[in-house]
């Protein structure tokens, strides 16, 4: 009988909870730290509590790697009986989670770890795949091995309402953000090999802008995975995300659009209401 594949992941791919237990997959939480008191992403935090904490104090949460040992701890149960593990790292060029994993994964056989270069449902879209090629019945040495080769393929980008908490945790100069909010400039930030970036600059209305940012990521159809999208946000009001939404939906690109909410590490950046739009190309 062939060992069994557990597949892993931070919790920055912020995988809706009913897929998490589907396909079982164990999710290591990075720790969100208000001041003083740290917490564990998706488990004892909620991005309401992040905005908060902005709102009271004009500082931004801290977000912090996983720690090696508590990679060491998962991996050495999950592979006791001689099963394999398979872990979808955060970008190894925004955080040091993935090299903490793979300084875990030196010393416990039978893991193998891939360096997304991505986040949020960027990472996602490489999870269900793995989970995808498990139930074919490959092994962790074939899983890997192909899910690396399609981390080119990920699209990751997503649109953000205000600078400020990207101002508030060093990843823009004040002038920055205070000249784009003064202006109303909505900028799409982007992933290039696992990097941030600023992809594009809309002005406008958040209304308007977000659409206008759908048609610009659907605009090269004949490029695109058409087999699953994510669709996301970070606390948007429920009947604007289901506006647009739908008119992702209204697009008839996607066999299956899938819907997350970002988790604290991604909104601890990305501030409210941001919105994403993340597939992956042929």
Not at 10 to 26: G, N
Not at 55 to 80: C, H, M, N, W
């Amino acid at each position: 009988m062939a060992n069994h594949v557990y597949i892993t992941a931070d919790s920055p791919c912020d995988l809706p909870r009913e897929l998490i237990q589907k396909y079982d997959i164990a999710i290591t939480p990075l720790t969100i730290s208000l001041g003083m008191d740290a917490h564990l992403d998706g488990v004892d935090i909620q991005i309401s509590d992040i905005f908060d904490y902005h709102e009271r104090t004009g500082d931004t949460a801290k977000t912090s790697a996983v720690a090696p040992q508590t990679y060491i701890d998962l991996f050495s149960r999950l592979t006791r009986d001689g099963d394999e593990v398979v872990h979808i790292a955060l970008s190894s060029k925004i955080s040091s989670t993935c090299q903490n994993a793979q300084i875990a994964a030196s010393e416990v056989s039978g893991v193998y770890v891939i360096d997304s270069l991505a986040l949020h449902t960027g990472m996602a879209h490489l999870v269900l795949e793995a989970c995808d090629r498990r139930e074919r019945g490959m092994n962790a040495a074939q899983i890997a091995q192909e899910i690396t080769a399609l981390i080119p393929k990920v699209q990751t980008s997503f649109m953000v309402n205000t600078l400020d908490y990207l101002k508030a945790g060093g990843r823009c100069s004040a002038l920055t953000a205070f000249g784009a909010n003064l202006l109303g400039i909505k900028p799409c930030i982007g992933m290039t090999d696992g990097a941030l970036g600023v992809a594009k600059k809309y002005r406008g209305k958040v209304e308007r802008v977000y659409r206008q940012y759908i048609d610009d990521r659907l605009a090269e159809v004949s490029a695109i995975d058409t087999r699953r999208a994510f669709v996301s946000h970070s606390g948007l009001d429920e009947n604007f995300f289901n506006s647009l939404l739908d008119y992702v939906k209204s697009k008839n690109i996607f066999d299956e659009v899938l819907t997350s909410i970002a988790g604290c590490t991604i909104s601890t950046h990305s501030g409210p209401d941001a919105f994403a739009l993340i597939y992956m190309t042929k």
